[in-house]
Structure formats: C-alpha cells, structure tokens
C-alpha cells in the first residue's frame, strides 16, 4: 500500500485539534517540563523554510519529554507590535491591527500544517489588551519601587519617602540616576513637585533626559540596529542624535545579579560571554577633576588609578552637559560645530568607527595627583552614558588615547619599564615593575610607585586616592538603562496621566488602558507622538475613564501619555503569561507559577543575545523580588538554532543580449550572473518556459543549452532572501513531499546549532526513507505485515536496541541530524523484520520527528490513545551485546582466514575451533605447530615451522 502522506497528514491534524491532544494543565501527578520558542513577529512574507527550524527542533524535544512522562508545556503566540505594520498603516491607511492579524491568520496556517505540538488554547498576541493589561500593569509596579543596593532587590517607593521624611539622603544605599543630598527638614520642606521629581531619580520605572537616535522622518526614536550609515533601515530617512525625556527602566540596578545569574543556567559559554562583556563589571576608581580657573569640575572613572601619572588630555563626551561648562567663548563655535557633526552617528557607528575627530574646549583640567594643567577636549569616541561621560587620556596605556594623541600631536608619557611607544608599535607591557612617574613631578610629596609591580600600584594608588578625597573605590557597569518608550502608535500605551505636569499612575483597576482609534498614524502637524491624533485620550481622575482630551481642565480631567511602549516590553515576561493565559486577575496565579516555575528550555537565534535576554531576565528578576515569579532565572537551558542559509541559482545573460546561456558552455564568453528564483530550478536544471513567464523582459528571452538539452544553473549559498530569489516557502515542500519529510529534512541537515544551506536537491532522501520505513509495516498489496506471533532474531533486537540508545543520547544532545542517520541504518537492518513488539517501539522512537506516519501507524498497531502519550523505550545493554564474533586466524602472523565464534568464547575453545577448521590444514601441512597464541576476542595466532 502507498504512503499517502498528504491524507495522513491532515486526518491526524484534524484528529489532534479534535481531541485537545496538545492541550496542557497542570498535574501534580506528574515532573512538569516547559518547552518555549522565541515567538515570531508574523510579518507579511509569511514563513520561509529557515523559520522553523527552531521551531522543529523544539518539538522534537517536547515529544520526546511527553513520551518519557512529563507534562510538557509547549505554547506559541506572536510579537505583534512592530515599526514594519506601523509604515504600512502609514502609507496605505489601514489599521495596523488588521494587518497584523491577517498576518498571524497566515503564520497560524503555515505553522499547522508542519504539524507542531503547540497548545494553542494559550495563545498570546502582545497587540491584545488582555495581554498588554499586565505589560502596564508590570510597569506600575517599576515605578513604585526603588532598588536596594543593600539587601540587593526591588522595595515599594513607599519606604524611600517614609525614609526620607525622617533621615534624608542619610545611609542611603540605593540605585539612583546621579547622587544626592538632603536633609529630612529639606525633603519635608518640597513641594509635591518636587517630591515628585526626586523620587524620579530612585523609581525603577522613572522620567529621565537621555541620548536617543531620533528620526524625524518616521517621527520615531530608533534603536541602534535600525540605523545604518546615519540613516533609518525603513526607509533611509536622516537619523541624529537628540536629547529627549523619556521613560527609562533602571536595569543598571540588576547588573550585579546579570552577572551572577549566567553561573546558574546552562547556555552556550558564547552567549554568556556575550552578556558579560556587554554588562561590563570593572572595579576602579572615581576621581574628581577640577577645572582650572573655574568652580566647575568632573569625575572621571579609571580602572588603572596608577597611570594618572600618565594623563595628558582628558576628553568629554559631546552630548556631556559638561560641554556647554567648560568651553571657552573662543572655542564655543568650534565645538558647536563639531557636536553638529556627531548628532548624525549612532553610537554603534561611533564605537566601531576609529576614525580620530576632536576639538579642543579651550579648558583645562587639573591632574589631582601631579597637579598638571591637561587640555580639555571633546570626542565622539567618549559616550556619555558609559561610565561618566568623561575619561582621562592615558596616550601611553591606551590604543585609542594613543591615536587621539598623535593625531593632535599631545605628549606621550611611558609609565611602564620597557613599553614600546611608537606610531609603528603601541604596546602597553602590563604586568612588569613601574618607572619612577616623572620624578619631583606630583602635587603629593613623597607618593611614588617605584618598584612596584603593577597590581600593586593599582592598589596603592586606590589607597591614596580614598584617604586623600580626591575620589572613591567604585565597582563600575557599563550596562544601561534601557530607554523604555517610543513615539509611535503601533505599541503598547502607557498608564500614566499628567496631573500638572507631574507623571501619575492611572488606577491598577483600571488597568488595560486600550490603545485608541486615530484617523491618522503620523506625527501631529505640532510634532507630537501618534497619540496626539486621538480624540479620546485624556483622563477623568474623578469617574476613573477615559474621556475626549477636549475636557482637559487641569483639574479633574488631564491629558495621558503619548508615548507608547517599545516592542521588548511584550516580550520580556511573556514566558509567564503563557502558564496562566487566560487569568483575568492577575499575570499567573500563585498555583501555575508554583508548578511551572521557569521555562526548561528555550530555543531561539543568537542575535538575540544581548537585548531580548538581558531585559526579559531583568524583567525576570523584577518580578521574582515581587514574589510573581518562582525563579531568579527565566530560562534554565538556552539552544540557539542556527540559520538555514538559502542556495542561490543564477543564470548567465550574454551582455548586451536577452540570450542567456547554461552555465557548463559559459566559459570564455562575457556574462552577466542574474539571480532566478530557485522555485523554477529543479536539480539546477532551469524550467526555461516557467523563467520566460517570470518576469516581462524575458518573454523573448533566447536559450544556449547544453549538450543534453537543458539549461543549467549556477549556484552559490547565501543568506535566504526576496531580493535573492532564494526564499523556500515551506507550503511548497509540505505539498509535495509531507510534513514529516520536512521536519526530518530540516533536522538532517547538520547540528540543529549550526547554520546550514538550503538544498531542495537533498530531500529526497528522507522522503524515500519515510517510504522505506512505511513499508516496514505494508507490502505493495496493502498486507499489514505486523505480527504478534513473530519473534525478532537476535540481530534484529540488537538494531533496535543500539536504535533506542542513539536516538535517546542524540535528542538529548540535540543531535538529530545524526539519530535520523541512524534510523536509515535500522530500517535497513530491520528490513525482514515482522515482529510487532519491536515495530510499535520502532513507531514511537520515530514519532518526535515524524509524528503523523507515526500516529497512522500506531492505529494501525491496534492501540487507541494517541502515540504521544506512550511510553519511551528503554535499551537494554545486553541485547546490544553481540553473540557471535569474528576472528581472524594467522599464522606466523599473517592472516589467512576467518571464523565466526560465541562471544565470550574460551581460549581453549578458540583454539580447537580453529584447529578443527579444514582450511587450516593447509597451513599446517608438513610443519610443527609450535605454540598458538589467542587474544580473547581479537585474534588467533598459529606459529608453525
């Protein structure tokens, strides 16, 4: 009988979504295990065959767990804010919602018919007030708290206040925007305003002025990786670099616990490398800078106290409010001019650009140690929101201090014994013993680092610094805060009002605050946010709605927010919402966060590194202090999938013609490669009347074919892609070779973290393999082959058994590429094979990578509850034993022959056996056999003469 694979498959689809089959509650009766992918933005492409690949890798797992006994949550939903349905909604005028779901009707399609365990009954879309509800609800409860260096975690904002009415700013240990200072008879004496205000500079969730990537061509604030070259992705419109306030969230705060989290989880040691050098510890010292001739001064942070000795330059950032202090009148158009200049790069721009720019501010600071008058200058390659905003320029130590120095020919100072310093060599030579710093050469008498090694003169110069109060010892983070709102309309609103003028929470019960209706997704005519189009957008704090902002009296009726809320503020505790999706009362219930915990393992794509899993474990972390999440760590194993990478096809177009000629009769003409779309190349073999129906311009496209008549394409692997024509539409393959043949496919291609190109020519195989193993269980007439009675030889056992070990070892270790070899292997082993015991073990080792012939199967089989809930196999080592052995037989050391044995035969007995075989006559005729030598299970040796 045929392997009909798309009937089998969309029966068994249907019977899953019929029977609730994925779906999932909690059992206490059984070990939870939380399977969770990096969910999709459902753009309007649709999937491509390299989007699923975490997703099948994923599901593998799921299955598998399911068949070893857990209770498996395996959810899915979408990201669905996104800039992409916002332009959309801008330059065609429909709204961004409509889109949106027409594109996850479209993702939802695609995604059921590759035949995923999602429970989809826990649903979520991040664009839906029942979801957002408790994004807002999240950051309300960011503002009303603080951090508390001290017992390390997030306290309400209510102790702050209750603190400061008693001690002021006394013993205070808090994270904070910048230090201040007050007495309790100060606080007592501010207006709520003010209050208000300094409370600010502690919230978790607070208003402050920050450096972003403004795009007023989009009339959005960007994120570094939408801005290349000074311009914005989407659409190519001028980007600079503006001060704004902006809703930030304070996770600075959580850096130390970042760190420490990563020795907790069991990631790629690439991923967490990455998370530590972009949070950045360093241990050093703050030193005040006093600006000479003036009341004005700065500090600088130093991991290497000891070369102040060094400094000859110190440099501030161009958007430092120190600037506009310290320049000189005769400098002020010079540094205007140059600040002009950097507002149009990014900063990703300015830290990989090297490129030496400066001006000179015309002022100068004082070396607190040697007590030297150092020029001032101001640098792009200085950023504000790293460290202070300013450093000291030690040329000889450090490589970009060195190119700034020699580039405005400022003096070079050698501090340690044997530094080679030259244009052609900079090296700094750490770790050996210090010259003398410039002998007679310090504001302190007697302070010198000679003899020391370089450890210790950092220590010594800490020291000093600390007892002397020129600074501090600081443990310093170069993680920032994240900035936490967008002028956009397609986002999350926030719920806050403005009660003259200060930023009010909008009441918890009120909570979700819909996104309104605007006639226009455009900035205002006056430049304010989207939000300013919306009629229905103030807030009535006497009768708690939301009323026509026409009503705003600054009394009881105030204007809201018009900022929304950037795309990763859905996505940072997503992963908590799916345990209890449909709770109306709050993010998840005490029950399913107890028994869910945290997610088991979570798939995604490395580029992800840095922004979505610092935030959503900040965020994670936020809410264990709160006491809503059960686990410091949302994610406890991390499998980055890596990319399926497209294979190009081109075809070659003799220039200044419309003849295109096969790529083996190319050689020593003048062509031009053109990219085709590989949907019309089958085995690189063009489908020539499919390419002149492509596009216009090739209707009287003419053909230089080869010597078998066909015309062929050339090939190259490149990233998947529309502008490449590379692009795989999963549908296409489901279609003509099934879902199961895809996922196997998919997974065959090589390590599940590793990228890989795309070759439809390869799939057949796994298709044919699928065939193979189907006719394990049907002949051609359609005869059910299985029998109950039938008993498995011993070999037979044996290839099951070595099967279940592989495969139970390989999943684990998400080594599927190699455990689908190993099926292959099997199915041709267990060829003959007809007993039904090893069969039905056969089905459900197969069933986490192909589990629509596996459910066929199954029924087949005789049983009636669906195969993911059977019982994973166990090998057992013995039968994997083997019972025969093969050894060869020499004599004087060279081998003649062979012969088969028990395993686990006798030395003695190995001896007759091969004495008492005829072909040894041979060998021994006429002669002596002077002694026989047997290795156990390796050879037997006849020494004759």
């Not at 190319?666 to 019309?680: A, F, Q, R, Y």
């Not at 490149?718 to 692009?727: A, F, I, L, Q, R």
């Not at 796994?766 to 082959?785: A, I, P, S």
Request: proline share 4%; glycine share 6%.
């Amino acid at each position: 009988m045929e392997y009909n694979f798309r009937e089998i498959e969309k029966k068994w689809q249907a019977e899953w979504v019929k029977n609730n089959t994925y779906k999932v509650c909690e059992d206490e009766n059984k070990k939870k295990f939380y399977v969770l992918n990096m969910f999709p933005y459902p753009s309007g492409a649709g999937l491509h065959v390299g989007h699923p690949l975490g997703y099948i890798a994923s599901d593998i797992y799921a299955r598998f767990k399911r068949l070893q006994g857990f209770n498996v949550l395996n959810p899915m939903g979408y990201d669905a804010y996104g800039l992409p349905a916002e332009q959309y909604a801008i330059q065609t005028g429909q709204h961004p919602e409509k889109t949106t779901f027409d594109n996850i009707g479209r993702y939802r399609e695609q995604l059921d018919k590759i035949g995923f365990c999602f429970d989809w009954s826990r649903e979520i879309r991040t664009c839906t007030p029942d979801y957002y509800h408790w994004t807002q609800w999240a950051f309300q409860k960011m503002f009303d708290s603080y951090y508390c260096n001290a017992s390390q975690q997030a306290r309400p904002i209510s102790e702050l206040e209750a603190a400061f009415a008693v001690k002021g700013t006394e013993g205070l240990n808090v994270a904070c925007s910048e230090e201040m200072s007050f007495t309790a008879e100060e606080w007592n004496a501010k207006t709520e305003k003010e209050k208000s205000d300094i409370l600010m500079n502690y919230r978790i969730a607070f208003m402050g002025e920050t450096m972003v990537n403004w795009c007023a061509g989009l009339g959005t604030v960007l994120a570094n990786d939408e801005v290349v070259d000074g311009v914005s992705v989407r659409g190519g419109f001028p980007v600079e670099q503006k001060k704004m306030r902006q809703w930030c969230l304070r996770v600075s705060a959580y850096s130390q616990r970042l760190l420490d989290g990563l020795e907790t989880v069991e990631w790629s040691e690439s991923i967490k490398e990455t998370q530590r050098n972009w949070i950045g510890r360093s241990e050093g010292t703050e030193v005040q800078i006093k600006v000479d001739g003036t009341e004005n001064g700065f500090t600088i942070f130093t991991t290497r106290a000891d070369t102040m000795f060094g400094v000859t330059f110190f440099v501030l950032a161009p958007e430092s409010d120190l600037v506009s202090l310290v320049t000189t009148e005769d400098k002020k158009a010079e540094v205007e001019e140059y600040i002009k200049y950097v507002k149009s790069r990014t900063e990703r721009e300015r830290m990989i650009d090297h490129t030496v720019t400066g001006v000179f501010s015309g002022a100068y600071g004082i070396n607190p140690i040697t007590g030297d008058k150092c020029p001032i200058y101001i640098s792009e390659y200085v950023l504000a929101g790293y460290g202070t905003g300013a450093i000291m320029a030690v040329p000889a130590h450090d490589s970009r201090d060195y190119a700034f120095a020699k580039h405005f020919n400022l003096p070079i100072i050698p501090l340690v014994e044997g530094a080679d310093v030259s244009e052609e060599s900079y090296d700094a030579k750490e770790g050996i013993v210090m010259n003398s710093p410039m002998p007679g050469k310090t504001a302190f008498e007697g302070f010198s680092l000679n003899g020391m090694t370089i450890k210790e003169a950092i220590a010594a110069t800490k020291k000093f610094v600390s007892e002397h109060n020129l600074g501090r010892v600081k443990v310093n983070y170069r993680l920032r805060d994240a900035i936490f709102s967008r002028q956009r309309y397609w986002g999350e609103p926030f719920p806050v009002y403005y009660k003259n003028g200060v930023p009010t929470m909008i009441h918890e019960e009120c909570l979700p605050i819909e996104l309104p209706q605007v006639k226009d997704f455009k900035p205002t005519a006056t430049g304010e946010p989207p939000l300013g189009n919306a009629q229905l957008w103030a807030w009535d704090e006497a009768n708690k709605k939301i009323v026509d902002k026409a009503l705003v009296d600054e009394k009881t009726v105030f204007p809201i927010e018009l900022y929304t809320m950037p795309g990763f503020a859905g996505s940072s505790a997503y992963y908590l919402r799916y345990m209890d999706p449909k709770n109306s009362e709050c993010l998840v219930s005490e029950n399913a966060a107890s028994y869910w915990q945290n997610v088991d393992l979570y798939v995604g794509g490395s580029e992800h590194a840095t922004g979505h899993l610092i935030y959503s474990r900040f965020w994670n972390k936020f809410l264990f202090d709160l006491g809503v999440s059960k686990q410091e760590e949302p994610f406890k194993k991390l499998v980055n999938q890596g990319m399926i990478q497209g294979r190009s096809n081109f075809v070659y177009r003799i220039k200044d013609t419309n003849t295109f000629v096969s790529f083996d009769k190319k050689e020593g003409l003048d062509v031009t490669p053109i990219h085709v779309d590989v949907n019309i190349v089958s085995g690189d073999v063009l489908d020539v009347e499919a390419f002149k129906a492509w596009r216009p311009e090739y209707n009287d496209a003419e053909f230089i074919l080869n010597d078998e008549g066909k015309y062929v394409c050339g090939w190259a692997v490149e990233k998947m892609s529309k502008s490449m024509y590379n692009v795989v539409n999963p549908d296409m393959i489901v279609e003509k070779y099934g879902a199961d043949t895809l996922r196997l496919y998919e997974m065959f291609l090589g390590p599940v973290e590793q990228s890989k190109p795309w070759d439809t020519n390869g799939i057949d195989g796994c298709h044919r393999f699928l065939k193979k193993f189907w006719g394990l269980f049907y002949d051609r007439e359609g005869n059910f082959m299985p029998d109950a009675e039938a008993k498995a030889t011993a070999e037979q056992e044996k290839s099951l058994h070595k099967l279940i070990k592989k495969v139970t070892q390989d999943i684990e270790q998400f080594s599927y590429n190699t455990s689908i070899a190993a099926f292959m292997i099997a199915v041709g082993e267990l060829s003959k094979c007809r007993d039904k015991a090893v069969l039905k073990e056969l089905v459900i080792l197969l069933a986490p990578f192909a589990p629509h012939i596996a459910e066929e199967l199954w029924a087949a089989l005789g049983e009636t509850t669906t195969v993911c809930d059977a019982q994973w196999p166990v090998w057992d080592e013995k039968k994997m034993v083997d019972s025969e052995i093969t050894m060869p037989v020499q004599f004087c050391g060279k081998t003649r022959f062979t012969i088969q044995l028990p395993a686990g035969i006798s030395k003695e007995d190995a001896e007759k056996a091969a004495l008492a075989d005829e072909r040894t006559a041979r060998y021994t005729d006429g002669k002596q056999i002077v002694k026989i030598i047997v290795v156990p299970g390796r050879i037997i040796n006849i020494v004759v003469k």
